[in-house]
């Protein structure tokens, strides 16, 4: 069965370091892995998205994520932290055929000055 | 270029009663999904519509029900509503080609209903 995990539910950095938020994945075939990011009283917004192709995928205000099959992993990252990324992150997986999408639990983030 | 709207914004129903959400999808898009989003939850795909047809489903019982319209915009009905239903209910649309292209195409979603079932 599919299923997405990110095995950290809070995560808090000081504003200027370095962010990596972590996904795990289970699917059968060629995954499509997406990660979006919520704010409070915001809809989810595409932060960025892997269908093939380089692993390495860069997506808008400066992140940036990791396709790692061996590892079954999706791993986004940043280099340094704005306070404004404070949010609610979401990684997905989406199936090959188009029409079912699965979201982990999602990780917090909190951002301290 | 309108975004996705859905209304309403929020919602307080009672165990048993039946609810109707809507979502207006963006321009020029053809496919909605629909997820529901508990407390401190991801969001859990319910279905998706293309084209007026259900294109896909999650593990929802029927009771969860949705509609297409010609103009793409979109219902989502639950029947029978129960404690556990209260949640954020987003919908997404996205210009898809059916059953093989809708994840490849980028979701874009709405602000969301928030229903409560007391």
Redesign the interface.
């Known amino acids: 069965a599919q299923s997405v995990t990110q095995p950290d539910i809070h995560i808090t950095v000081s504003e200027g370091a370095s962010l990596e938020l972590r996904c795990n994945y289970s699917y059968g075939a060629t995954p499509y892995l997406f990660w979006y990011v919520q704010s409070p009283g915001q809809g989810l917004q595409l932060l960025l998205k892997y269908f093939s192709g380089d692993t390495l995928v860069q997506g808008i205000k400066g992140f940036e994520a990791e396709f790692k099959r061996s590892q079954s992993s999706f791993n986004l990252r940043k280099p340094s932290v704005h306070w404004s990324d404070a949010a609610e992150y979401f990684c997905a997986v989406g199936s090959n055929t188009g029409n079912q999408f699965y979201f982990g639990t999602g990780t917090s983030l909190t951002v301290i000055p | 270029e309108t975004g ?1 709207t859905q209304s309403p914004t929020h919602l307080i129903k009672t165990r048993g009663q039946q609810v109707t959400l809507r979502c207006s999808s963006q321009s020029g898009h053809n496919t909605v ?1 629909w ?1 529901q989003q508990a407390l ?6 319910i279905f ?1 519509y ?1 084209r007026e047809e259900e ?2 489903r ?1 593990n929802f019982p029927p009771r969860f029900s949705g509609l297409q319209f010609p103009n793409y915009s979109s219902e989502l009905n639950v029947n029978a509503l129960e404690l556990d239903d209260s949640a954020l209910y ?1 919908c ?1 649309s996205s210009l ?9 195409n ?7 209903t928030r229903l409560t079932v007391l």
């Open positions: 996705v999904s997820y401190g939850q991801g969001p859990q795909f998706q293309y294109n896909g999650g987003l997404a898809g080609g059916g059953a093989r292209s809708s994840s490849y980028e979701q874009f979603f709405g602000p969301g």
